[in-house]
């Protein structure tokens, strides 16, 4: 019996060595696991914040890229004033790039064209200010700490952009270097070629406003009467022509190549309307804008939309001129609203090959509102349908102030094309068509029934400088992306 006892407690002291064993274990082993957890936890955090630095200093750059892009984005300042297109080499318009092909942008990593440092309480201000900062949008996830904008290390690029971010405990710092596409201008809101010389047997159907109207050759117009007035008090309004009391324009210019012919002239020996110059050709000369067949043909294979115009008067997608592929002009290049723009769209010619006037087909435009940039290498009917839609859009700074802020809100009702419509043969037109824009013909510009009444053009102002919406001229140069840590 005494040695039972003695077992029996020794086999419970070895029960309870084997319970304390197995707690210790066991409290190891929770001790570890928390551990681990919590360092998971934080490497997670840390994984987090280094991709939120890394996506937060991505889109600096792409604002930055959004400043070059469109002017009209830019900050007030120093900023804007350093991304100003600062050449013009070929007379074309603002350039980044001067006659050698150089960049603007000449500093370097050390000393940048320029630079923003948050870790100036002012320029913090700037950069990540809730209320007012240029990168507020992006606050709720982390801060820009640096901003450098300077020279290229390749030829032939336009700019590096070098953007430090922070999150939590982690910054990163994301460098690009940018190219860019250079467009010449439009420096009028219609220009219209007259290649085949003929001169018109009616009056010219076309009203410009906010811009140049240009016309190759000889002009016909109605009566002194009908031609509007340019002076520096017209009212900035969205009214055409035929609701005002007094036709007047503050920027209208209507340059002639040759003679400007009246179907009536006042009596007595009354000047022509200063509006109009005419005799402008060979010298000095018109102002012409012209945009490269090859260059915007290899832009819309690459950025837009190409298409071969078939003899069936239907686009074919990438020149694939099958039977049910074909689209009509609608399908290709109608939008539903404002805000949906169709980028550059390209129609070539019949035979693919740079427009001469017999291979130039016919496109049928009849879409109810169209936004975009329509380069078509046909003789284009224009028959939009419906009223068109109303856009808000900005006028041309005044004159003798070429800020962004002198720039009027304007209200524009019934606007059937919102972009350029550039053709190289006749424009032929139903109702009273309204744009927003510019148009360039490189035929004449026609009625197309007795029932027309005048293609009516609101110059976009934008487009004086080379700039065009739904065509990137700013990207990330392959290869150049790098993360620095």
Same mark, same amino acid.
């Given at each position: 019996m005494k040695r039972t006892g003695e077992t029996i407690r020794s086999e419970a002291g070895a029960a309870l060595m084997g319970a304390l064993l197995i707690m210790v274990i066991l409290s190891t082993l929770g001790t570890v696991?928390?551990?681990?957890?919590?360092?998971?936890? +934080?490497?997670?955090?840390?994984?987090?914040?280094?991709?939120?630095?890394?996506?937060?200093? +991505?889109g600096g750059a792409d604002l930055v890229m959004q400043w070059l892009q469109e002017p009209q984005s830019q900050p007030n300042g120093t900023v804007g004033e350093a991304l100003? #297109?600062?050449?013009?080499?070929?007379?074309?318009g603002p350039s980044f790039f001067d006659a050698r092909g150089a960049s603007q942008f000449t500093g370097t990593a050390d000393r940048p064209d320029l630079a923003y440092d948050a870790s100036l309480p002012e320029q913090d201000r700037l950069l990540n200010d809730p209320a007012t900062g240029w990168f507020r949008s992006l606050r709720s996830v982390g801060r820009i700490l640096n901003l450098k904008v300077y020279?290229?290390? #390749? =030829?032939?690029?336009?700019?590096?952009?070098?953007?430090?971010?922070?999150? %939590?405990?982690?910054? #990163?710092?994301?460098?690009?270097?940018?190219?860019? #596409?250079?467009?010449?201008?439009?420096?009028?809101?219609v220009q219209i070629g007259n290649r085949m010389g003929q001169v018109p047997d009616s009056s010219l159907p076309v009203w410009a406003h906010w811009g140049?109207?240009?016309?190759?050759?000889?002009?016909?117009?109605?009566? /002194?009467q009908e031609v509007p007035l340019k002076t520096p008090l017209a009212p900035i309004t969205g009214?055409? /022509?035929? +609701?005002?009391?007094?036709?007047?324009?503050r920027w209208l210019t209507i340059w002639v190549g040759g003679a400007a012919l009246f179907s009536t002239a006042p009596s007595g020996q009354a000047p022509p309307p200063s509006?109009?110059?005419? +005799?402008?050709?060979?010298? =000095? %000369?018109?102002?012409?804008?012209?945009?490269d067949y090859e260059q915007m043909k290899s832009y819309a294979l690459l950025f837009g939309s190409y298409y071969v115009l078939g003899r069936d008067g239907l686009l074919y997608r990438n020149g694939l001129e099958e039977p049910g592929l074909g689209l009509t002009a609608e399908a290709a290049m109608g939008s539903e609203s404002p805000g949906d723009?169709? %980028?550059?769209?390209?129609?070539?010619?019949?035979?693919?090959?740079? =427009?001469?006037?017999?291979?130039l087909g016919h496109l049928a435009l009849d879409t109810s509102y169209a936004e975009g940039l329509f380069i078509v290498n046909a003789h284009v009917h224009f028959k939009p349908k419906g009223t068109g839609l109303a856009l808000a859009v900005l006028s041309p700074p005044t004159e003798s102030i070429s800020s962004p802020g002198t720039r009027i809100p304007v209200q524009l009702a019934g606007i059937h094309l919102n972009g350029v419509l550039y053709t190289a043969g006749d424009v032929m037109f139903e109702g009273n068509p309204r744009a927003y824009g510019a148009v360039v013909t490189g035929g004449q510009v026609k009625k197309a029934s007795e029932t027309a009444a005048h293609l009516e053009v609101w110059y976009d102002d934008d487009l004086r400088n080379g700039l065009v919406r739904g065509l990137p001229l700013v990207s990330i140069a392959p290869g150049t992306w790098q993360e620095k840590y």
């Open positions: 696991s928390m551990t681990l957890a919590i360092q998971e936890i +934080e490497a997670m955090k840390g994984a987090q914040d280094e991709a939120v630095a890394r996506h937060l200093a +991505e100003t #297109r600062r050449h013009d080499p070929s007379g074309t020279g290229p290390s #390749r =030829p032939g690029l336009l700019c590096t952009v070098e953007v430090t971010a922070g999150s %939590g405990n982690l910054r #990163r710092t994301v460098s690009v270097q940018l190219g860019a #596409r250079t467009i010449p201008s439009l420096r009028s809101a140049d109207l240009t016309v190759k050759g000889d002009a016909r117009f109605g009566t /002194y009214l055409s /022509y035929a +609701e005002m009391a007094h036709r007047e324009d509006t109009i110059v005419s +005799e402008r050709d060979p010298v =000095p %000369g018109l102002k012409e804008d012209q945009w723009n169709k %980028g550059l769209v390209f129609v070539d010619t019949l035979d693919q090959q740079p =427009p001469r006037p017999d291979n």
